[in-house]
């Protein structure tokens, strides 16, 4: 990625040049942000840096995100935002649906807020109501929770006509601990996991809806 | 008396419905967790086709993650993580001698398709020269050492014993409970818990229940005769052995590792039971035993089975 970036910029220069100065900041990305030699390189750097830095938009300044700790739930949690594709009748779509499913309910999970995830939940999903329920209690009478954060790293869709479309998703949770108003235990922590999950999907006038989720064992 | 027995098991229902509501209940908050406890629908990938199907019901639960392990701080080939060796866990050398190695423990869920391996436990000791093909060379070997494992596959009960009547429903029920078992293998600690989970009874008249999921349960004695899930009616009078064999699963743990499934069951089989099938016969006494001490239910009537 930094390489192709560099390379475009540079080439207009100085060929000869620009083989020498890719090499060195190449080598300076493998370090990991090791102190590079500073002079021509500096300056070929922050030229390359500019067109890459405008081309992914960056969103508003806002405040920093904090996770939740002993002493208060998470702060400024980025919203969850459905991506184009995951509205279109397709396998990408009901793969970037998938995904955007459990960033609701990470989502809710850190926040206590779960509105998002019962939006693209299907009324007679048992398991997602359960998660909802689990979130709403844990989240009661001023207790946050701290951890349980969701990444699904494998996610595969089969959309065909004539079946339900369905997903293979990876569901990996950090630890949960539930926090009391005065920033004790409720409980022992509850430990991470690492699940397969099968999401049945269907696709409605609204777009994608998790209509029946269940456990791959 | 009847009366007075219903009275002692309401008061006992009583203290059962109110036992748990006294601790207060953790809050199922995991995702799979939270999937078991309100029955989310359970998929299991078909070996044959490689689709996903739903689990029949009464499908013994085996462990849906698989396992590894890596050296700790390795970051591949000769390459390793230099502030990470600096706080490495520290393996005191075995007794024996033996080199303890540190290594982190990966899992993932089997049955997804390109799952990625994420961090489990650790970091835990192992005690090998070349620890990288442990693993592999334990898990050959452990379902034959789980087998040979003096695992007692738990006692056979009958009710009513150790005579019953012919076409009456006898109650069997089984009493088997979790083991835990320490061995060595390939000079590491090997702890292995045993579960079981399936029970097969032979009846010894020919017919075998099972394997099926339950070890059934006592009767009180006044419901003795009343057909349960496990209980068996012996069509005709004689002496029988009944054997009962337990399907046992396991998990086995390396030097303090994650529990690892043990594929496949091991059986175990208990002692067998004798039990004495007898007929019943029903006449009706007239007679004066003072007149006829001979007459039938006298005390000088010839008895016979």
């Known amino acids: 990625m930094t390489s192709q970036n560099l390379f475009a910029p540079l080439a207009v220069r100085s060929t000869a040049g620009a083989v020498l100065v890719a090499g060195a900041l190449v080598l300076a990305g493998c370090a990991g942000g090791a102190p590079a030699d500073p002079g021509a390189t500096s300056q070929a750097a922050t030229e390359a840096a500019t067109p890459s830095a405008s081309a992914t938009p960056t969103p508003t300044p806002s405040a920093a995100y904090k996770p939740a700790d002993a002493s208060g739930p998470a702060q400024n949690v980025p919203v969850p935002v459905l991506p184009e594709v995951a509205k279109t009748e397709t396998k990408e779509g009901a793969e970037a649906f998938t995904k955007y499913w459990y960033e609701t309910l990470s989502y809710a999970y850190e926040t206590g807020n779960s509105r998002k995830l019962e939006n693209v939940s299907g009324p007679g999903c048992v398991f997602c109501k359960g998660l909802k329920d689990g979130i709403d209690e844990a989240w009661s009478e001023g207790r946050w929770i701290s951890g349980g954060t969701i990444q699904t790293p494998a996610i595969t869709a089969t959309v065909e006509s004539g079946a339900q479309a369905h997903a293979e998703v990876q569901v990996i949770q950090a630890t949960i601990e539930i926090r009391r108003p005065d920033g004790s235990l409720l409980q022992e922590p509850t430990p991470a996991t690492n699940t397969g999950s099968r999401a049945g999907l269907t696709f409605g006038p609204t777009g994608w809806v998790m209509t029946d989720l269940g456990l791959i064992r | ?305």
């Not at chain 2, 390939?186 to 099972?210: E, I, L, M, S």
């Not at chain 2, 006592?218 to 005709?236: I, M, N």
């Open chain 2, 1 to 305: 008396m009847k009366a007075l027995g219903l009275k002692v098991l309401c008061v006992a229902t009583l203290l059962l419905v109110f036992a748990p509501s006294a601790a207060q209940a953790d809050v199922s908050i995991g995702y799979e967790d939270r999937g078991l406890s309100v029955g989310a629908d359970q998929w299991v990938k078909d070996a044959s086709t490689g689709k996903l199907v739903r689990a029949e019901p009464g499908t013994v639960p085996t462990d849906p993650n698989e396992y590894k392990y890596e050296l700790q701080c390795h970051l591949g080939g000769g390459d390793f993580d230099t502030p990470c060796l600096a706080r490495q866990m520290e393996c005191k050398d075995r007794e024996d001698g033996a080199k303890g190695i540190p290594v982190m423990w990966l899992s993932r869920p089997r049955g997804v398709a390109g799952a990625v391996w994420a961090h489990h436990s650790g970091p835990t000791c192992l005690y090998d020269p070349k620890p990288e093909d442990l693993l592999p060379r334990i898990a050959a070997d452990i379902q034959k050492q789980f087998q040979n494992l003096p695992v007692n596959a738990g006692a056979v009960v009958a009710q009513p014993s150790p005579h019953t009547l012919r076409g009456a429903e006898t109650n069997f029920y089984a009493e088997a409970a979790e083991q835990q078992f320490d061995i060595t293998m390939f000079g590491q600690k090997v702890h292995v818990v045993a579960t079981p989970v399936q029970y097969t009874w032979n009846y010894g008249d020919g017919t075998v229940f099972g394997p099926q999921p339950s070890m059934g349960g006592p009767l009180p004695q006044d419901r003795w005769g009343e057909k349960t899930r496990t209980s068996h009616a012996y069509a005709s009078t004689g002496d029988f052995q009944v054997v009962l064999t337990t399907s046992f699963q396991g998990t086995y743990s390396v030097n303090s590792g994650p529990p690892l499934p043990i594929p496949g069951q091991g059986q175990f089989s208990a002692p067998p039971q004798a039990i004495s099938v007898w007929r019943s016969l029903t006449r009706n006494y007239a007679d004066d035993c003072n007149a006829n001490p001979q007459g039938q239910g006298c005390p000088g009537a010839a008895t016979g089975r």
